[in-house]
């Protein structure tokens, strides 16, 4: 055993005595650092000067007139105009030219699109190659190309 009893333990290792605390004595505070107190087993609580992080305030009472929209502040107002085209048919359609802005019968140019080349070539195919001609001559198999007759002004295209 231990000869003087106090300091060794039973294989030889040194042991803290029971009235000291098993952490290091701290260094003193730099200057300006308030000390951190201890209470209780050497836990360090925060002093009284540290900010109180407390709940936010409550909102506002509900009022009876928060509900109201409050009045419309006058501001600039930009309009904005789209403009689209017209839908027109096979025939000259009665409306108001998006140039001019006449009140106009259209009037129609008619223009070969590949329908028509088509349905020659299946009248040459079909043994019919004497009447391949009769696509470019009826307007129903062209393309109907709306103009205003008081501007000149394109207006659309009936695909047919």
């Known amino acids: 055993m231990n000869p003087g009893g106090k300091g060794s333990g039973p294989e030889g290792f040194q042991t803290q005595p029971l009235n000291q605390l098993p952490y290091p004595a701290q260094s003193p505070p ?57 839908q ?34 299946l009248l040459c195919l079909f043994i019919c190659w004497p009447c391949f001609w009769i696509p470019y001559v009826i307007d129903s198999c062209k393309n109907a190309n709306h103009y205003c007759p008081n501007c000149g002004a394109y207006i659309g295209t009936y695909r047919g």
Not at 30 to 44: D, E, H
Not at 55 to 66: E, I, R, T, V
Not at 68 to 78: C, L
Not at 101 to 110: A, F, P, Q
């Open 30 to 86: 730099y200057p300006g650092q308030v000390p951190a107190a201890t209470a209780g087993g050497g836990y360090p609580h925060a002093t009284t000067n540290a900010p109180n992080y407390a709940h936010p305030p409550p909102p506002p009472p509900y009022d009876a007139n928060s509900n109201v929209i409050p009045p419309a502040q006058t501001a600039a107002t930009t309009y904005v105009q789209v403009v689209t085209r017209p």
């Open 88 to 121: 027109v048919g096979p025939d000259p359609a009665s409306m108001v030219c998006p140039s001019c802005t006449k009140h106009v019968i259209t009037r129609l140019d008619y223009e070969t699109s590949t329908k028509t080349h088509i349905a020659a070539g």
